[in-house]
């Protein structure tokens, strides 16, 4: 019998023959046109696919059932082969039987079904199903070239950045007629949500030059030189956009769509530089070229524009802290900050006497303190009378909002007073009060609800202790503390929850001397100061509300 779950995926596959069997098909999967020479030569095969029925007569009875004649049942030996090394088992152990339906009334292109007994599988290497069929490293789309084309065709696909060679193999008994089958696969670049599927390239005959080449590929491979140069041209897309916040590209374009020349003179810049610096900005996408050359803004553009207050933030991390950087590997060698190797002080210091960066600081934190403000509004119960800290709030854009939306609750924002001081001066909701102070002394006392809205990664262990020990001393048992932070995974190996926790731990570790942590380190941290972390909820831009109680 065939479990429900690979009917589902049988049908699936079943349910893309149609695209992958229509004109043009390989030139799509590879994301690149393809010479014609290569493109008459290759054929779309199959979509393979590796299942776990009781018998091998199960998939035979399936195809037949959903218009497909089944082939002769031949033995697997290539995915055999890597099923062994991926699950550590003797080859001879699995009996792998591939199965080939061609579609009943003649339409092009099959399916090539893998076949491995549940009970045995179970019975010789547990887990593998279910890892299996979570991955689907076995699951492809295979095409057909002719011998004589099939190192072609396979270079054509290792030189495509989107594609690593994934091994290949002789099967000797699968189309024995034409001399057996050679196949070399590819995994295609991860798709939007970040999986990679795989091709097949196949070829009558055994091919050992083209399989011994395949084989020894990855190391050589052209598509991981392309990913690391790509990496390391990131640095210069964060630099083209922080030069387009410094000459006020963004402003000059306003909801325009001019040419470069144009832009170029209202920000007073050489044309052809310009040009360049706008056509490489597509790919970040915050311009979009139209057809007529013009250059227009992006909705993520208008970000960059004077008026809003994350062009504060690029502006930040395109001189400070990018100067900062620049002593990363000392805090590399030393684990000490960057940020005070290039400036003498750390970067709170720094900001208490250069008022104009400081200012820039508190309101480059806005930029995404605004979206979390509403989000957080909206997502935690404020309860009418209550009273809400927010621990180093900088400006009070996260407090404000809350109580703008929640008028019976009454709010202090707690900083230093070079903060506290500029901040006054802004508009404020009744019911909020700016209070100066430092955080290590201690924090205004009595109230129901503490927030520390991406403070304690500013911080190394034993500095969030006295932090949080000040929490503690200032509410009663009961009381509710908010902290807002991205977290890094909790298991060695685990997946990244939030894809910009890691890098943010680099950039703690280059300007603040703090870092990013999992839930079980905030856990713990809370709880040796007598908080108890109740629940997570997510927030924008990877962050999670830790939602504790003072014990
Ligand atoms: C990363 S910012 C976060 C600002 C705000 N909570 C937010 O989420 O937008 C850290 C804040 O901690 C404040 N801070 C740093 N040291 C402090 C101290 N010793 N006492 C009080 N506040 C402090 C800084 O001035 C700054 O406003």
């Known amino acids: 019998m065939l479990d429900t779950e690979d009917e589902r995926r049988l049908r699936d596959v079943i349910g893309r023959l149609g695209g992958l069997t229509a004109a043009g098909s390989f030139a799509h999967v590879l994301g690149s046109p393809v010479d014609p020479g290569i493109a008459?030569?290759?054929?779309?095969?199959?979509?393979?696919?590796?299942?776990?029925?009781?018998?091998?007569?199960?998939?035979?009875?399936?195809?037949?059932?959903?218009?497909?004649?089944?082939?002769?049942?031949?033995?697997?030996?290539?995915?055999?082969?890597?099923?062994?090394e991926r699950h550590q088992v003797p080859e001879e152990e699995l009996e792998v039987t591939i199965?080939?339906?061609?579609?009943?009334?003649?339409?092009?292109?099959?399916?090539?079904?893998?076949?491995?007994?549940?009970?045995?599988?179970?019975?010789?290497?547990?887990?593998?199903?279910?890892?299996?069929?979570?991955?689907?490293?076995?699951?492809?789309?295979?095409?057909l070239v002719a011998p004589e084309r099939?190192?072609?065709?396979?270079?054509?696909?290792?030189?495509?950045?989107?594609?690593?060679?994934?091994?290949?193999?002789?099967?000797?008994?699968?189309?024995?007629?034409?001399?057996?089958?050679?196949?070399?696969?590819?995994?295609?670049?991860?798709?939007g949500d970040g999986r990679r599927s795989r091709i097949e390239l196949t070829a009558h005959g055994q091919h050992a030059e083209v399989?011994?080449?395949?084989?020894?590929?990855?190391?050589?491979?052209?598509?991981?030189?392309?990913?690391?140069?790509?990496?390391?041209?990131?640095?210069?897309?964060?630099?083209?956009?922080?030069?387009?916040?410094?000459?006020?590209?963004?402003?000059?374009?306003?909801?325009?769509?001019?040419?470069?020349?144009d832009v170029a003179a209202a920000v007073d810049c050489d044309p052809l530089a310009i040009a360049r610096l706008l056509r490489y900005l597509t790919r970040s996408e915050v311009v979009r070229e139209r057809d007529n050359g013009t250059f227009e803004l992006t909705e993520r553009g208008k970000l960059l524009r004077s008026e809003d207050p994350f062009s504060g933030l690029i502006e930040l991390y395109g001189t400070e802290f990018y100067d900062a950087w620049s002593e990363f590997p000392t805090a590399v060698r030393t684990g000490r900050t960057a940020f005070s190797h290039r400036y003498g002080v750390e970067h709170f210091e720094y900001f208490s006497t250069e008022p104009e960066t400081s200012h820039r600081f508190d309101r480059?934190?806005?930029?995404?303190?605004?979206?979390?403000?509403?989000?957080?509004?909206?997502?935690?119960?404020?309860?009418?009378?209550?009273?809400?800290?927010?621990?180093g709030g900088g400006n009070g854009t996260l407090l404000r909002t809350v109580l703008e939306d929640h008028a019976g609750v009454t709010g202090v924002v707690f900083d230093r007073s070079h903060v506290v001081e500029a901040a006054e001066t802004e508009r404020r909701p009744g019911g909020l009060r700016f209070v100066a102070g430092d955080f290590f002394a201690e924090v205004p006392g009595g109230a129901d609800t503490y927030l520390l809205s991406r403070v304690l990664h500013d911080w190394n262990d034993e500095d969030c202790?006295?932090?949080?020990?000040?929490?503690?001393?200032?509410?009663?048992?009961?009381?509710?503390?908010?902290?807002?932070?991205?977290?890094?995974?909790?298991?060695?190996?685990?997946?990244?929850?939030?894809?910009?926790?890691?890098?943010?731990?680099?950039?703690?570790?280059?300007?603040?001397g703090g870092q990013e942590r999992s839930r079980d380190e905030y856990d713990k941290m809370m709880y040796a100061n007598s908080f108890r972390v109740d629940s997570v909820i997510p927030m924008p831009v990877d962050l999670k509300l830790l939602v504790a109680t003072a014990l």
């Not at 934190?365 to 209550?386: I, K």
Request: with cysteine.
């Open 150 to 191: 099939l190192e072609q065709a396979r270079r054509t696909c290792l030189h495509l950045s989107s594609m690593t060679p994934d091994g290949g193999g002789y099967n000797p008994c699968d189309d024995r007629d034409s001399g057996g089958r050679s196949v070399v696969y590819f995994k295609t670049g991860p798709d």
């Open 465 to 512: 202790d006295r932090i949080l020990r000040n929490c503690r001393r200032a509410c009663a048992s009961g009381a509710r503390l908010l902290v807002l932070e991205r977290l890094l995974p909790d298991r060695p190996g685990a997946p990244f929850d939030a894809d910009l926790a890691a890098p943010w731990d680099l950039q703690m570790l280059a300007i603040t």
């Open 40 to 84: 008459n030569a290759v054929r779309f095969d199959h979509a393979a696919l590796l299942v776990f029925p009781d018998t091998v007569s199960d998939v035979r009875d399936f195809l037949a059932a959903s218009g497909f004649v089944a082939g002769p049942s031949v033995p697997s030996r290539v995915v055999r082969a890597r099923l062994a």
């Open 364 to 391: 480059s934190m806005q930029a995404v303190t605004r979206l979390v403000a509403e989000e957080l509004s909206r997502s935690y119960p404020f309860v009418d009378g209550t009273t809400v800290v927010d621990i």
């Open 211 to 261: 399989l011994a080449a395949h084989l020894t590929e990855p190391a050589r491979s052209a598509g991981e030189h392309k990913a690391l140069l790509s990496i390391l041209s990131g640095h210069w897309a964060a630099r083209a956009l922080h030069v387009a916040v410094e000459i006020g590209l963004a402003d000059a374009l306003g909801d325009e769509h001019l040419g470069a020349p």
């Open 99 to 143: 199965v080939h339906g061609r579609p009943s009334d003649g339409a092009p292109g099959g399916l090539e079904i893998f076949v491995l007994p549940r009970e045995a599988a179970d019975a010789i290497a547990p887990g593998l199903v279910d890892q299996e069929r979570a991955t689907g490293e076995e699951s492809h789309a295979g095409w």
